[in-house]
C-alpha cells in the first residue's frame, strides 16, 4: 500500500527511515531481559470535519521525527486491534507485532512453555509479565537482527506493570485505544475464523444492530475468507463464550488502567469504531493524519 501523508511527520518518518538512527529496540531487550521487578478523542461519527483533531497528533509529530513509528493499539477482545494493526503497518512499513500471536506460536511450538501456556490462554487469563516481555524482547531482537525499527503493538501492554516497564525504555508515540460497542464484541470473538494455511483472519459474524432509545444502529458485514482458505477455517480455541466474556472481565480488571496510563500521559488517542472495515478505515486513517492512495484508487474504481 502507498503512503502519502497529509500533514503528519510520523508517515514520512516511516516511509523515510533514516539507517542513522539507532533503533531502539537494542536497548529495549537489554533493559527487558534481566527483568527487575489528557486524552483526546476523535469521534467519527460526531466529528467528521475533523473540528477537533486530537492534540496528541502534535506530540506525535515531534517525538517520531528521525525514526520510524512506535504505535500502541489498545481495545476490547474482538475489538479489531489485529485488523486495523496490520493494516496500519502494511501502510507505515513498520512491523506489526501481536503478542497474541507470539503466544500461540509458543504454544504451537510445543516448547517448554507450552503446556503452561495452554492452560492460561484456554481459561481467557493473562500470560505473567515476565513470560510476555521475555517472548517480546526475542521477537524485537530477531527482527532488529533482521534491520526492522519502529513497531504497531497489539495487545502489549496489557498491565500498567508491562506500561511501565514499556516507557521505562523506550518512548511510545502514540497508543489508539478502539472503541466498540459492547454487543458487538461477544459476536465479532465467536464469528472469528482463521485459514489454518496462510493465517488469515475472517469473520462469519453478521452484525446488525438496530437503532434504538436514540442510539444509531450499527452494521457490519462478514468477512468471508477467500475461496481457498474456505475449507481450512479454524476456531482460537480461547473464543468460546465463556472464555471470551472471561478475557472482557479481565480487560475491564487489568487493561482498562492501562487506557489511564497512557490518558495521563497525553499519548492516548480514542477511536470509535463507527461499523467494519469500509466504514472505519477511511475515518481511522482520517484521525491519523493518513491517507491510504490505493484504498481510494480501489474505492474509486
Ligand atoms: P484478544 O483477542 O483477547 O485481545 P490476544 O490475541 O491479544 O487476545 O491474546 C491472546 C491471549 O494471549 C490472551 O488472552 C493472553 O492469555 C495472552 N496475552 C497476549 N498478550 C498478552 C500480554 N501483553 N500480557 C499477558 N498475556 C497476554
Known amino acids: 500500500m502507498a503512503v502519502v501523508s497529509r500533514c503528519s511527520r510520523a508517515a514520512t518518518a516511516a516511509t523515510t527511515a533514516n539507517a542513522t538512527t539507532a533503533p531502539t529496540f537494542a536497548y529495549l531487550i ?25 492534540a496528541v497528533l502534535g506530540t506525535l509529530k515531534r517525538e517520531s521525527k528521525g525514526r520510524n513509528v512506535q504505535w500502541v493499539f489498545l481495545g476490547c477482545p474482538g475489538v479489531g486491534k489485529g485488523t486495523y494493526a496490520s493494516r496500519l503497518s502494511n501502510l507505515l512499513g513498520v512491523p506489526h507485532i501481536s503478542t497474541g500471536d507470539l503466544v500461540r506460536d509458543e504454544l504451537a511450538s ?14 481467557g487469563k493473562l500470560v505473567s509479565d515476565e513470560i510476555i516481555i521475555d517472548l517480546l524482547s526475542k521477537r524485537l531482537e530477531a527482527g532488529e537482527a533482521k534491520g526492522e525499527s519502529g513497531f504497531i503493538l497489539d495487545g502489549f501492554p496489557r498491565t500498567v506493570r508491562q506500561a511501565e516497564i514499556l516507557e521505562g525504555v523506550t518512548d511510545i508515540d502514540l497508543v489508539i485505544n478502539l472503541k466498540l460497542r459492547e454487543e458487538a464484541l461477544l459476536a465479532k470473538c465467536l464469528g472469528r475464523r482463521i485459514c489454518s494455511e496462510c493465517g ?37 480455541p480461547d473464543d468460546t463464550e465463556e472464555v471470551v466474556k472471561q478475557r472482557l ?53
Open 249 to 301: 472481565r479481565i480487560y475491564q480488571a487489568m487493561t482498562r488502567p492501562v487506557e489511564d496510563f497512557y490518558r495521563s500521559r497525553g499519548k492516548l488517542l480514542e477511536f470509535d469504531l463507527p461499523g467494519g472495515i469500509p466504514e472505519s478505515w477511511p475515518k481511522l486513517l482520517c484521525a491519523l493524519n493518513l491517507e491510504d492512495r490505493e484504498d481510494k484508487q480501489f474505492a474509486a474504481a
Open 110 to 123: 510445543s516448547g517448554p512453555l507450552s503446556s503452561q501456556l495452554k492452560e492460561i490462554v484456554t481459561q
Open 200 to 236: 488469515g483472519n475472517y469473520n462469519v459474524a453478521c452484525i446488525d444492530i438496530k437503532a434504538e432509545n436514540g442510539r444509531p444502529g450499527m452494521y457490519m458485514a462478514p468477512l468471508p475468507p477467500p475461496p481457498q482458505c474456505a475449507s481450512k477455517l479454524i476456531t482460537r
Open 30 to 54: 537489554r533493559s527487558l531481559s534481566p527483568f527487575s521487578s489528557s486524552s483526546s478523542t476523535f469521534d467519527p461519527q460526531n466529528d467528521l470535519n475533523n473540528r477537533n483533531k486530537p
